[in-house]
């Protein structure tokens, strides 16, 4: 298999939009007009289930996030390719092909990609997130904030080159789907103030709840 190959590979992977078809299966929705209007497992939680959400969840971290990874080193690549064998799947995952180019948050499989590539900067994000959760009971922030540190962990667990890389590319990817979600929010007010709720929160709005509770009739305005 060529290196294209692999990306290419990688990238289809991510691409396939299980939590689209969830929605439509299960209560026949279109999960992207619905609360963020991100086509992901947090979103499957809120609309269509928590069990759901949760199988969808593992299926994002071992399937898209690891098995890419996973069959790249296997077949020898490179770690360079492999490097982008992971952010190809995360790509694919935010910006589906089979979904023009919309999807998800992109979380869940930057896991499975650091499970297989950099668990102990893995490890560091699950423990920074939990607690900052557990105290300030914001998720969105202190995922943010997790993931943020990532490229910190691999500088000061003196990780390869490439893992640094990596960890900062992820930052990249996920605060760019942040800051350009499926849909943009109808609301009118200051567009800086509207990025900065995007890049901290993953919303649009101050409430959490008007955000994640949205129905269609009240994301018709969005684009």
Do not use: Q
Not at 186 to 215: M, N, P
């Amino acid at each position: 298999m060529t290196e294209a190959g692999i990306i290419l590979l990688a990238y289809l992977i991510g691409s396939i939009p299980m939590a689209y078809l969830v929605g439509r299966r299960a209560r026949s929705l279109d999960i992207r007009r619905y609360g963020s209007g991100n086509a992901g497992a947090s979103n499957i939680w809120v609309h269509v289930g928590k069990r759901v959400a949760i199988l969808l969840g593992v299926f994002d971290v071992f399937v898209k996030g690891a098995f890419p990874v996973f069959l790249a080193e296997r077949i020898g690549a490179g770690p360079w390719i492999v490097v982008m064998a992971g952010l190809a799947t995360m790509v694919g995952h935010n910006w589906s092909t089979y979904l023009r180019f919309t999807g998800g948050r992109g979380v869940t499989v930057a896991l499975g990609v650091l499970l297989v590539l950099a668990w102990k900067e893995l490890a560091a994000l699950v423990a920074v997130g939990l607690v900052g959760w557990l105290i300030f009971r914001s998720s969105a922030l202190w995922v943010g904030i997790a993931i943020a540190l990532t490229p910190v962990w691999s500088i000061i667990l003196g990780e390869p080159l490439h893992i640094t890389v990596l960890c900062t590319a992820i930052v990249v990817v996920l605060a760019a789907k942040r800051l350009l979600p499926n849909n943009f929010s109808a609301h009118e007010g200051d567009l800086r103030k509207v990025l900065i709720h995007r890049l901290l929160y993953d919303r649009d709005i101050s409430s959490r709840d008007e955000w994640v509770y949205r129905t269609p009739t009240e994301t018709r305005g969005d684009g």
